[in-house]
C-alpha cells in the first residue's frame, strides 16, 4: 500500500479538529483551565497532516494546483479547508503560550477551529465517497471520520489534560471514548458484510476484507480493548484523582487505541477497489 502518506494526513488532521473540540468544550466549562499542551498537540497534529498532503501530492506546488477547482472539487475545498484549520490552530497554540490574557482573540480562534474542523472533516469524507471505491462509498466514511475525530480528540484532551481535570472528567472522556468507537464499530462492521450484495466491484472489496480478516480482527480488539481500557482506573475508583497508576493505565490504553485506528485506517486503504475510475 503507497497511501502512507493520506493515512498520515487523515488521521493527524482528524486528532487536531477532535482535540480542537474538546479544548472548546474543557474551556466553557474551566475557565481558569488553559489546556496549553492540548492546544500545542493539535497545533502539531495538524502542521504534520497538512505537510503528510504535500508529500502525497509529491511536490510543493502541486498543492497549489489543488485549489484550483473549489466550485465543483472536494479535493480542492479539502485542501483549502485543511491549510485554514492548521492556521487556525498553529495561531491558536501560539496565542495560547504568548498572549494568553487576550481572551476575546482566544474564543474567536477556539470557536472558529471548531467550525473549520468540522466542516474540513466532511470534506475530507466527500472526497472519498465521490470516488468509485465500493467500500468507501456511503454513510460508513463518514461515521468513521467523525467518530476517530472524537474518539482521538477526547482521548488527547484527557491524556494531555489529566493533571488540570477532575474525577469526573476523568470518567466522562473515557465514556465518550467508548461510545464513539462503538458506533464505528456498529456501522462498519455490517457495512462490510453488505458489500458482498452489490456488484463486482463491491464483492471484490468484500473479499479483500474478507482476507484481512485477521488484521480486521486485530483492530477492533484493539480499538475496542483500549477503550474499554481507558474506563478501568474510573470502574476501580482505585488510589487518589491524578495518582501515577491511572494516569500509567491511561496512557497504555491510549496507546493501544491509537495503534488500533492506525490499523483501521490502514485497512481503508488497502480496501480500495474501484469500479472504473480511480480518486478523483
Not at 485542501?79 to 498572549?99: D, E, K, S, T
Not at 476517530?148 to 488540570?164: D, M, P, R, W, Y
Request: proline share 2%; charged share 10%.
Amino acid at each position: 500500500m503507497d497511501e502512507t502518506a493520506l493515512l498520515i494526513f487523515t488521521l493527524c488532521l482528524q486528532a487536531a479538529i477532535g482535540s480542537m473540540i474538546f479544548i472548546t468544550l474543557g474551556k466553557q466549562l474551566y475557565k481558569d483551565k488553559q489546556f496549553k499542551v492540548a492546544a500545542l498537540i493539535s497545533a502539531g497534529l495538524s502542521v504534520a497532516g497538512v505537510l503528510a498532503s504535500f508529500v502525497h501530492l509529491g511536490q510543493p506546488f502541486s498543492a497549489l494546483n489543488s485549489l484550483s477547482n473549489l466550485g465543483s472539487s472536494w479535493l480542492s475545498k479539502e485542501a483549502l479547508l485543511a491549510g485554514i484549520f492548521m492556521g487556525i490552530a498553529v495561531l491558536y497554540a501560539f496565542v495560547q503560550y504568548y498572549r494568553p490574557e487576550s481572551q476575546g482573540l482566544n474564543t474567536v480562534l477556539r470557536w472558529a477551529g471548531c467550525a473549520v474542523g468540522l466542516v474540513t472533516v466532511f470534506s475530507m469524507a466527500k472526497v472519498y465517497t465521490m470516488a468509485s471505491v465500493p467500500a468507501w462509498d456511503g454513510m460508513n466514511t463518514f461515521v468513521d471520520f467523525y467518530t476517530t475525530a472524537i474518539a482521538l480528540g477526547a482521548l488527547i484532551f484527557l491524556v494531555s489534560g489529566f493533571k488540570e481535570l477532575n474525577e469526573a472528567n476523568h470518567r466522562l472522556l473515557p465514556f465518550i471514548v467508548l461510545v464513539a468507537v462503538v458506533i464505528q464499530a456498529a456501522v462498519a462492521v455490517p457495512y462490510a458484510f453488505s458489500l458482498g450484495q452489490n456488484g463486482m466491484a463491491a464483492q471484490e472489496s468484500a473479499k479483500a476484507l474478507s482476507d484481512m480478516g485477521v488484521v480486521i480482527a486485530l483492530k477492533w480488539l484493539l480499538i475496542l480493548g483500549g477503550a474499554g481500557l481507558l474506563l478501568w482506573p474510573a470502574i476501580e475508583k482505585s488510589g487518589t484523582t491524578g495518582s501515577k497508576s491511572a494516569a500509567g493505565m491511561i496512557y497504555v490504553a491510549a496507546a493501544i487505541l491509537l495503534i488500533g485506528e492506525i490499523i483501521g485506517r490502514y485497512v481503508f486503504y488497502a480496501s480500495m477497489i474501484t469500479s472504473h475510475i480511480g480518486l478523483t
